[in-house]
């Protein structure tokens, strides 16, 4: 393994060159978004470095992160909430994304208003 400390920033790139290791800053990136089934991973102001090696491309970021909770709320479900309930597609919606998706929670609500 070479030593890597002390090294300079000019002979750190000779050698990762060397070696078929490519690095490349991103520029203008505002936000990058990691998409999950039920939240979302929102990194504002990333510095986004992308490194090519043996062919295959790796991003490394770095930045604030700040996490939003997704709601998954599928038509079959707005379509149950209605059937039960008599709601118009909007109420259902609504009671279900008030009730983070729980069915039974949102009928309940609905037949209580």
Do not use: C, F
């Amino acid at each position: 393994m070479m030593p890597m400390k002390g090294m300079n920033p000019k002979q750190m790139q000779r050698m990762m060159k060397q070696l078929g290791i490519k690095m490349e800053e991103l520029e203008g990136v505002e936000e990058v978004i990691i998409r999950m089934k039920n939240k979302e991973i929102v990194i504002k102001e990333p510095s986004v470095t992308v490194i090519t090696a043996m062919g295959e491309k790796s991003y490394q970021i770095v930045g604030k992160e700040e996490v939003k909770e997704l709601l998954n709320i599928s038509e079959e479900d707005i379509k149950l909430v209605m059937e039960q309930t008599g709601a118009d597609y909007e109420a259902a919606k609504k009671a279900l994304e008030e009730t983070k998706g729980d069915l039974a929670e949102a009928i309940i609500k609905l037949q209580g208003a």
